[in-house]
């Protein structure tokens, strides 16, 4: 069975939540480690005070048992705390009395930047709060969650997966500048991925490449609008005698310039990824909008909001980097049972020779 994924939750609704199909049986999760990504994901330098009301705890309503897998669908949990400002606001049934809380009111004034707009118009919403809630970076907790479910199956057969932000200094100084001038900045995370063998991905198929499945992964998260594999764009700029790795006896490259990835399939070296964020959209300082009840000129929905959330995106992208090679592994190897799964990887990395 293939690995799945799907996800449901608002902003501010009462949870997040994520079904993982597709998993071995006998696979042990941990649920502190799985509680210290969650927690990673809310710190960083610029967070909001919203990452202090949330406390994020992963709750598993099925498939696991005394801590491991039973092979059968895994529903994962994330309580949103907020919800409980917002439970008229964000009430999935038509809520009785008179209105409290936050949510009350109707969101006619879009912010550039966000699904605001265009959520809007897709989907024929008069208030733009039914396409915030679920356009909101709020949602990646869960895929936080699953993406540590991900990294415990990848360490089963030696592939261990890290996330960073590029230059963490710079970010902390343009941080400072930018919230002295109520403003947002973005950055750059990489991901590295260590011990994948060779032979994940396809060329067979466009859809199959491994890098264009990890470039899909990161452009699909928030804010991100940017991606590169291995030197990427720097790439351009060099002649095909500087830009490949050259292949040595033992099989391995002299370098790794590609990324650890080459005609869409891993080559065996360190998989390393980019993704560029863009700055943050909901300010403090609100651009120029249209009041969408009036028709008239107004400024954007102001909201609480990150001054940066580029460390944050470090963690998500991990996680969606890890989600995408648990996923590869699983094509590759198969097994409705750890140990087949296992046995696959050691049978297969055995017949290429691979260290």
Do not use: C
């Not at 005394?66 to 705390?81: E, I, Q, S, Y």
């Not at 009036?294 to 991990?318: F, K, M, Y």
């Amino acid at each position: 069975m293939s690995l799945r994924l799907a996800s449901a939750g608002e902003s501010h609704g009462p949870a997040l939540v994520a079904i993982v199909s597709g998993l071995p049986a006998g696979l042990a999760l941990d649920r502190d480690a799985i509680d210290a990504d969650l927690k990673r994901r809310q710190q960083g330098y610029g967070r909001s005070p919203r990452q202090q009301i949330e406390q994020d705890r992963v709750e598993v309503l099925a498939g696991l048992r005394h801590g491991r897998t039973l092979g059968t669908p895994l529903a994962l949990v994330v309580r949103n705390v907020d919800h409980k400002n917002w439970t008229w606001g964000m009430s999935p049934w038509p809520p009785d009395g008179e209105p409290h809380g936050k949510g009350t009111k109707p969101v006619t004034l879009p912010r550039p930047g966000h699904a605001d707009l265009a959520g809007a118009q897709k989907f024929g919403h008069d208030d733009v709060r039914n396409a915030l809630e679920r356009a909101s970076a709020r949602h990646t907790a869960v895929h936080v969650a699953a993406g540590a479910v991900a990294k415990a199956l990848l360490s089963a057969i030696g592939i261990a997966v890290a996330g960073s932000v590029v230059d963490e200094d710079a970010l902390r100084a343009q941080v400072d500048e930018a919230r002295t001038e109520r403003d947002t900045v973005g950055g750059i995370v990489e991901v590295r991925a260590a011990g994948v063998p060779p032979g994940f991905g396809s060329y067979a198929a466009k859809e199959d490449r491994l890098d264009a499945r990890l470039a899909f992964a990161l452009m699909g998260i928030q804010a991100v609008k940017g991606v590169e594999i291995g030197d990427g764009f720097a790439l351009a700029a060099l002649r095909g005698s500087q830009a490949h790795d050259e292949i040595g006896a033992d099989r391995k490259r002299t370098s790794n310039r590609a990324g650890g990835i080459e005609a869409g399939v891993s080559n065996g070296e360190e998989i390393i990824v980019r993704a560029g964020m863009k700055p943050l959209p909901t300010l403090m300082k609100p651009l120029a909008s249209v009041d969408l009840a009036t028709g008239e000129a107004a400024t954007a929905l102001v909201e609480r909001s990150d001054v940066a959330a580029v460390e944050a995106l470090a963690v998500v992208a991990e996680a969606a980097v890890a989600w995408e090679l648990a996923v590869a592994a699983k094509e590759k190897f198969g097994g409705d049972a750890l140990g087949d799964f296992v046995a696959a990887h050691a049978a297969y990395t055995a017949r290429i020779q691979w260290r």
